[in-house]
């Protein structure tokens, strides 16, 4: 049995309230027009940045740095959220699918194995996001897989391509789609019957999250499992190539769409005796569809017609739910978060954000991991996102409210740690609409507001004020860079022109690192960072964070950052 007990600090106090404060997609770069923090007013987190310097520093979120395979992957917030709450390192789905396909491994695992009980006489469909973000899934996994099926007795193969255009650049989605159609042509020479049948856009078919809109799911089943769409094409690049042409045409909210043979009829609806598989290895943004094509019991919206198939995830999305039953490559363990420890050891814990982002400080933090570790210790609450739109248009999203939230928590004296995750810089980011990123960069430095509690301000007085208040303890960071670049740029760091000599947007993430900034009243003036961890990463705020709540972390987590100097 795992040990929970954690050794005290020697020089730390216990009982402190310390607000963690994750700006979502928030990271460093130099000052120039396509970073909208630096563009933004942002005078909570430039005071932290100019305060104590010994109190403020950059830690690495991407790469290697949180389990990714090589340095030219940026964050994101599934693996810089597990980072964060597991204070370890953990091989992460896109690099355990490596290996697994690497090695073939994959093909001699129990669920491919179970899949494979339809090749004789069922199709094999494969589901989920095209591109080479490798943030959700890699396009040369998806060709690795078909292929690896094929050579195994799959005869019939239907891919059903979700266009990306978030983690990639809007617009890419044509060559995905082309690279895919290429090589299922090449399999048709070989005898193989396959073919894309159907598609849409990632935000807009299949892959909501935290159930935000049911409906974007249901637009996926009716394409996939129904075969049903508003848009029939003979071909999936004919279909991308005109909802392409559309006015204000986005790779991230094309519609539905299916492929048709000569008679009008849809080459690949889901029937009884296939197989399923959801290629997509991170969890988030497929937990739904997996419920749709695992549940037996099902309310969220009508199937109509549910096939008997063999369905499998790339990887297990939900270590709690054990959903879906059947995968084909073992999720990383997870374990022993610093969640899970702290909640033995007394600590009480508050977590909240808006819809888009809850599951990141509650289900990425506690290693993918669904509900409470034990609900008389923690209270976990979500803020209902706007669902139905883009959050350009609405860029201040629900930030005041979860700050509002938090506040009232640090201010209720129930809680010890008051966790939020502020998703202003990410989602908006992630729209490619510069402005209103702005716009959005300075909502999330007005949640996590200035230090100087002043009981005259007519603003909120927000979770800093509050941490002031309480005679607390902050720490600030952000899961992976967004906002803070917005422009593609090339080797020399300078943004990369298309064809016509137009600048590229940037919606995706970035490579750059993040802050954290530590203060509060409640901090001895001793601590401050360590100068011997100058490659500090995400996975090393767990520890820290048990420090300043006066423990020790366990031997295995990546060291602490801070130490206690004596003045
Ligand atoms: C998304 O799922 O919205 C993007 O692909 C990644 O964004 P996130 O990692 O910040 O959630
Ligand atoms: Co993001």
């Known amino acids: 049995g795992v040990s929970w007990k954690l050794a005290d600090h020697p020089k730390l106090p216990k009982g402190k309230v310390v607000a963690m404060v994750v700006l979502d997609g928030w990271g460093e770069a130099h000052d120039n027009q396509y970073n909208c923090i630096s563009v933004a007013e942002t005078p909570t987190m430039d005071s932290l940045k100019n305060g104590a310097p010994d109190r403020w520093r950059l830690v690495r979120a991407h790469g290697t740095a949180v389990g990714l395979p090589t340095e030219d992957d940026m964050g994101n917030s599934e693996v810089g959220h597990n980072a964060l709450g597991a204070g370890r390192i953990f091989a992460q789905g896109a690099k355990l699918c490596d290996l697994a396909l690497e090695t073939g491994k994959i093909f001699d695992g129990e669920g491919f194995n179970y899949i494979k009980g339809s090749f004789e006489s069922g199709t094999l469909h494969l589901i989920g996001l095209l591109s080479d973000g490798g943030v959700h899934s890699r396009i040369d996994q998806v060709l690795l897989l078909v292929k690896g099926a094929s050579e195994r007795g799959a005869k019939r193969i239907r891919v059903h391509a979700l266009t990306d255009g978030r983690d990639v650049l809007d617009g890419s989605s044509v060559a995905f789609v082309e690279t895919l159609q290429n090589y299922l042509a090449e399999l048709r020479e070989q005898g193989i019957d396959a073919q894309i049948a159907s598609g849409g856009g990632c935000m807009y078919v299949t892959m909501d999250r935290y159930e935000n809109d049911w409906d974007v799911v249901k637009r996926g089943w009716d394409a996939q499992v129904l075969g049903e769409a508003p848009y029939k094409f003979k071909s999936a690049l004919e279909a991308v190539k005109t909802l392409r042409a559309e006015p204000k045409a986005n790779d991230q909210y094309l519609p539905p769409f299916v492929i048709v043979d000569e008679s009008g009829k849809a080459v690949g609806p889901i029937v009884d005796g296939d197989a399923v598989v959801t290629f997509n290895f991170r969890a988030d943004r497929m937990v739904m569809a997996a419920k749709a094509f695992e549940y037996e019991d099902f309310d969220k919206f009508d199937r109509v017609r549910v096939p008997k198939i063999r369905y499998a995830g790339m990887l297990q999305y939900d270590g709690e739910l054990k959903l879906p039953s059947h995968y084909l490559v073992s999720p990383p363990e997870i374990d022993r978060t610093s969640g899970e420890y702290l909640t033995h050891n007394g600590v009480r814990t508050f977590a909240c954000s808006e819809t888009v982002k809850f599951g990141h400080v509650t289900f990425f933090w506690n290693g993918n991991r669904s509900g409470y570790f034990d609900s008389e210790m923690e209270e976990y609450v979500e803020v209902p996102s706007d669902s139905g739109i883009t959050f350009n248009v609405q860029p201040k999203m629900k930030a005041l409210e979860i700050a509002e939230k938090a506040r009232d928590a640090i201010l209720s004296g129930n809680f010890h740690q008051v966790r939020v995750n502020l998703p202003n810089s990410d989602m908006v980011g992630h729209t490619g609409d510069i402005a209103a990123t702005v716009v959005a960069c300075k909502a999330a430095d007005e949640a996590a507001r200035c230090l100087k509690f002043t009981l005259t301000d007519t603003m909120h007085s927000m979770i800093l ?53 530590i203060g509060g009243p409640g901090l001895l003036p001793g601590v401050r960072y360590r100068k011997d961890v100058p490659n500090g990463g995400l996975a090393n705020v767990a520890a820290t964070v048990m420090n300043l709540h006066g423990f020790v972390a366990p031997d295995d987590y990546e060291t602490t950052l801070i130490e206690v100097v004596d003045n």
């Open 465 to 517: 004020d509050a941490i002031e208040q309480v005679g607390g303890i902050y720490v600030v960071t952000a899961d992976h860079g967004n906002a803070e670049d917005m422009v593609k740029r090339n080797k020399k760091g300078e943004p990369a022109l298309d064809k016509d000599g137009n600048i590229q947007i940037l919606t995706s993430h970035t490579l750059e690192p993040v802050p954290i900034a």
